[in-house]
C-alpha cells in the first residue's frame, strides 16, 4: 500500500455526478471505467462481502469470552493500531479539511455505531435473524448514495435490488418468525448508520485510496474507543478463551479493517450502488459460516435463496447505472 496508491488513477469510479461538496470545486465529466478494471473492482468488492460475511460468527465467537462493549472497543483500538501503523510506514498525507466530515462519518457508522448496535443485537439474537439487516443493507447504502452524490441509477436496477433484497428478508425473517424484538431495533438502527457510513466512504474513495479512508476513521473514533477499551476491560472482566481471541482478531484485522480496505476500493471502481448490491449475497454465506463455525442447522430454504439472490445480481451488474 502506497501512499500514493489512488482509487481513482486507474479505476474511476461509476458514478459522474459532482461532488457537492462546496469548495471541491466543479468535477469534470469522468470516462466509464474500462471492462479490465470493473472486473477487479468486483472481485475486490465481493471480498470485501466474503469478508463481511464472517463478521456475525466471530462476533458471536468474541462473546464467548468477553462482554458487549468489550469486544466493540477491543476491536476498534487493535484495527486503529494496525491501520495507524500502516499510515505511518506509508507516509500518508493527513486528508485535506473538507473531507475530514465525511471520515467522521464513517467512523460514527462503520467503526463505531454498526459494530456496537450488532453486537448488542447479537446478545439475544442468533445469525441468522441478525442477517435481516444485511438483506436491507445494500438498498439502504444505494438509497444513501443518490442522496449524497446525486446519482440516478436506472428502473431495472431498483427492481433487480428490490427482488433480491425482498428474497433474503423473507427468508431471514421466514426463519426467525417474523417477531420483532429489542435486537430488530438494534439492528435496523445498524443499517442506517452503516449504510451511511459505506456511502460516504465510497465517495471519499474517489479522492484518497479506500485503505486511507477507513484507517483515518479508525484513527480519529481512537479518543472515544482508547478509553473506551479500558472501561470495558474494568467492567467487564473477560474470560479469555481461544475461540474468544480469534473472533476478537478476525473482528479487528478482518472485518474494520482489511475487509474495509478492499470493499471502499471495490466501490470505488464500480460505483456505490452497484457494489452494494454484492451484499445481497452476505445473508447467505453467513449462514454458511454459521452452520460451520457455529453448528447452525441449514434451512432448506438457502438454495432457492441463494439463485433467486444470484439471478439479481447478475441483472444488477449489468444495469446501467
Not at 46 to 52: I, K
Not at 152 to 163: D, K, L, Q
Amino acid at each position: 500500500m502506497r501512499a500514493n496508491d489512488s482509487a481513482t488513477v486507474a479505476t474511476p469510479i461509476a458514478v459522474t455526478a459532482p461532488d457537492p461538496t462546496p469548495d471541491a470545486g466543479p468535477a469534470a465529466p469522468r470516462p466509464a471505467p474500462p471492462a479490465r478494471a470493473s472486473g477487479s473492482g468486483a472481485l475486490l468488492a465481493a471480498l470485501g462481502v466474503a469478508t463481511f460475511s464472517l463478521t456475525f460468527p466471530a462476533t458471536a465467537w468474541a462473546l464467548t469470552g468477553m462482554g458487549a462493549w468489550t469486544v466493540v472497543m477491543l476491536r476498534s483500538v487493535l484495527a486503529a493500531a494496525l491501520a495507524g501503523t500502516c499510515l505511518a510506514v506509508c507516509r500518508a498525507r493527513v486528508p485535506e479539511r473538507r473531507h475530514w466530515a465525511g471520515i467522521a462519518v464513517v467512523a460514527g457508522g462503520v467503526v463505531l455505531g454498526f459494530p456496537l448496535l450488532t453486537t448488542l443485537a447479537l446478545k439475544t439474537s442468533t445469525t441468522s435473524h441478525a442477517a435481516v439487516v444485511i438483506g436491507l443493507l445494500p438498498l439502504a447504502t444505494a438509497a444513501c448514495s443518490v442522496a449524497r452524490t446525486g446519482a440516478r441509477p436506472s428502473r431495472t436496477f431498483w427492481i433487480a435490488a428490490s427482488v433480491g433484497a425482498a428474497a433474503v428478508i423473507a427468508f431471514a425473517l421466514q426463519q426467525s418468525g417474523g417477531a420483532p424484538t429489542t435486537g430488530d431495533l438494534y439492528l435496523f438502527a445498524a443499517l442506517l448508520v452503516c449504510a451511511a457510513g459505506y456511502a460516504e466512504g465510497g465517495r471519499l474513495a474517489r479522492h484518497m485510496p479506500g485503505w486511507q479512508v477507513i484507517g483515518w476513521a479508525l484513527v480519529l473514533a481512537l479518543p472515544v474507543t482508547g478509553p473506551g477499551a479500558v472501561w470495558a476491560l474494568w467492567a467487564e472482566p473477560p474470560h479469555l478463551t481461544g475461540r474468544a481471541v480469534a473472533g476478537l482478531l478476525w473482528l479487528a484485522v478482518g472485518s474494520t479493517f482489511l475487509g474495509m480496505v478492499v470493499w471502499y476500493r471495490g466501490m470505488a471502481a464500480i460505483g456505490v450502488s452497484r457494489a452494494s448490491q454484492l451484499q445481497l449475497a452476505q445473508p447467505l454465506l453467513t449462514l454458511v459460516w454459521s452452520v460451520v463455525l457455529l453448528g447452525e442447522q441449514l434451512p432448506p430454504a438457502a438454495p432457492l435463496t441463494a439463485l433467486a439472490v444470484l439471478a439479481c445480481i447478475v441483472v444488477t451488474q449489468r444495469a446501467r447505472t
